[in-house]
Structure formats: structure tokens, C-alpha cells
């Protein structure tokens, strides 16, 4: 099996039998890049709430509204970390329909995110998009992967994207060290998107299903003082740190789901 950009083949690494989140949330969006343990445990998440595949619909559809946002807000570099499996509306595909030379890092260490890594390096001729396999768990080695340097310009605007993706560090493993890291590297003016699950608006039925399927403990969802805690020390751009249905959200179909079906927080902040 050959491998690409130097990593071992894809495939030799994909565990079909064990659920992985990203390809569970591409189940949730309707995709087919997934497999039996994925579709069941994205079955069971529903069975508990059966608004969930709303849910990640909407997160979809606040990271989208956000590359805009910020787009059409003069930046031009992003590095989305968690990219999940490629689908409709990728990041660069957002960002360079305003500004065809916007640039991307995508990271993700799922091996089937790594091949489609093709689909999400299909950036305009006037622009650049690259891919890491590389693990948020890890800041460091992704400050300073090669392609990471050679796409981005750390010395301009960049908004770092970690939609959806929180949620799986555990305390333990210092999220909140993690995401400051990464900001440091940023200079002023770049921007932080990030979403997470809550399930502070759910009945303890609900919450205590949910948890059940939890098993091995790499979810954890975050109250909204919880949140915002991780985003101490930057400055949230209005409205602050909502659901992700309601983001900007008046161009999005009407009427906007409830707290409660999406249970999603969202923001945008900036660095200082």
C-alpha cells in the first residue's frame, strides 16, 4: 500500500471496529465515509437525543458562517485543526470564494481524513491549502510541521479554527494549556472559532444516556462558564458565547433551532 506525504498508507491504520469521531460526525451529516461501529454509535447517541444529527448540521453550518465572517473581515490565513472528513463547504472552499488567495492548514489525525487529504489540497491557483496529520494533543509539533510554516504567515492575521473538537480533551490533558499555546503563536489581530458541546440544557435523563455511551471517557462535554474559562484571556467578538444556531445566524433558514435540540456553544474571539 503506498502511503502520502510521507505517511504510512491510510488504510493500514483504520480500526473499522472501533467508532472514531470523525467519521461518527460524518454519519450524524449524512455522509458515507464510515463505517458499521461508527453508524452504531451515532445511532445510540440518538437514541439518547434524537436531535443530534440537527445538531451537527448546525455546528457545520457555524463554522461555514464563521470563515465568512472572518473572511470578509480581511483575514486570509486559516488553520483548522479537527477538520474532520472532507464535505460540502470546506474551509478553504469558504474562505477563497471571498478571497481567492486565502490560505489553509488542515489537521486532523484520523487516517481517513488523511485519504481525502487530496480533496481539502484542492485550493485555488492564487491560493494555498496543505494538510498535517497531527493531534491537537500536540501543539507544538504543529507550530512547527514544515507545511504548517510554509503556508502560513505567522507574522499575519490567522484564525485558528477548533470547531467541534474541544470537547475530546480531557481536563487531564490541559485544554486550556493546549489552546494558549497556540494562541501565543498568533500575532494580534488573528482569531480563535470555537464550538462545544454542553449538555446544560438537557434533562438528567438525557445527560445520564449520553454518558452511558461515553465508555471510554474521551468526551467531555463543557458547561458555558466552562467555555469561557478556555477562552479567558481573549476578547469575544459580539454576541459573546452562544449557540451555535443562533451565531450571526439571521441569514440562516427560520425559525433557528432550540438551545436545547442544539446544545452546541459557539464564539469567536479575538487576540489581544
Do not use: C
Request: proline share 7%; aromatic share 6%; no cysteine.
Amino acid at each position: 500500500m503506498t502511503s502520502y506525504g510521507g505517511h504510512p498508507a491510510a488504510t493500514d491504520r483504520i480500526d473499522t471496529s472501533v467508532a472514531h469521531p470523525a467519521r461518527r460526525y460524518n454519519y450524524l451529516l449524512g455522509g458515507k465515509d464510515n463505517f458499521a461501529a461508527d453508524r452504531a454509535s451515532g445511532d445510540a447517541l440518538a437514541a439518547a437525543m434524537p436531535t443530534i444529527r440537527l445538531a451537527a448540521i448546525e455546528n457545520r453550518m457555524f463554522l461555514q458562517r464563521t470563515v465568512r465572517f472572518l473572511a470578509r473581515r480581511g483575514v486570509r490565513q486559516f488553520l483548522d485543526i479537527g477538520t474532520g472528513i472532507p464535505t460540502a463547504d470546506n474551509t478553504h472552499e469558504v474562505a477563497q470564494a471571498i478571497d481567492p488567495s486565502a490560505r489553509v492548514v488542515y489537521v486532523d489525525n484520523d487516517p481517513i481524513v488523511l485519504a481525502h487529504a487530496r480533496a481539502l489540497l484542492s485550493s485555488t491557483p492564487e491560493g494555498r491549502t496543505a494538510y498535517l496529520d497531527a493531534d491537537l494533543r500536540a501543539p507544538g509539533e504543529i507550530l512547527a510541521h514544515p507545511e504548517l510554516r510554509a503556508t502560513l504567515d505567522l507574522t499575519e492575521p490567522v484564525a485558528l479554527m477548533l470547531v467541534a473538537i474541544l470537547h475530546f480533551i480531557r481536563d487531564d490533558e490541559d485544554p486550556k494549556g493546549i489552546l494558549d499555546r497556540l494562541v501565543a503563536a498568533l500575532p494580534s489581530g488573528s482569531y480563535l472559532v470555537a464550538s462545544h458541546v454542553t449538555w446544560e440544557h438537557l434533562p438528567p435523563a438525557v445527560t445520564a444516556e449520553l454518558a452511558a455511551n461515553n465508555r471510554d471517557g474521551r468526551f467531555q462535554a463543557r458547561s458555558t462558564e466552562q467555555f469561557a474559562a478556555l477562552l479567558d484571556g481573549l476578547d469575544l467578538v459580539e454576541p459573546g458565547i452562544v449557540s451555535v444556531a443562533r451565531w450571526h445566524a439571521d441569514d440562516a433558514p427560520q425559525p433557528r433551532p432550540s438551545v436545547r435540540d442544539v446544545s452546541f456553544n459557539g464564539a469567536v474571539a479575538r487576540v489581544r
